[in-house]
């Protein structure tokens, strides 16, 4: 299983900007679909995550200025991020459950994507 990332950038503060994510492989099934940041010199924290039903868990930092959804038929999860803030500047990671073949669930991530959002 693969996660291909893009849309990450530069931006200033106030912009918007969308972050996209692919899984592809031999994938049988999709559990939870998301996003977690790293800033630098700060651990990795949960940005937000979609479940396959459609339930979703937002970091609090984040709630009202992002949202995310996702595409089941093209397996992709979409973070929209709007009013964004210097504070958001970070490496942002896909993730993901999955239950392929042959290898039954597992959990993957992307190859990261910088977002740098200037004051």
């Known amino acids: 299983v693969q996660l291909q990332a893009s849309g990450g950038g530069l931006v200033q503060a106030g912009g918007s900007l969308r972050l996209s994510c692919a899984a592809s492989?031999?994938?049988?099934?999709?559990?939870?679909m998301g996003w977690y940041r790293q800033a630098p010199g700060k651990q990795r924290e949960l940005v937000a995550i979609?479940?396959?039903?459609?339930?979703?868990n937002l970091n609090e930092d984040v709630k009202g200025r992002f949202t995310i959804s996702r595409d089941n038929a093209k397996n992709t999860v979409i973070l929209q991020m709007n009013s964004l803030k210097p504070e958001d500047t970070a490496v942002y990671y896909c993730?993901?459950?999955?239950?392929?073949?042959?290898?039954?669930?597992?959990?993957?991530w992307g190859q990261g994507t910088l977002v740098t959002v200037s004051s």
């Open positions: 993730h993901t459950e999955v239950f392929g073949a042959p290898t039954g669930w597992g959990r993957y």
């Open positions: 492989g031999s994938i049988l099934r999709i559990s939870d």
């Open positions: 979609i479940g396959s039903g459609g339930r979703i």
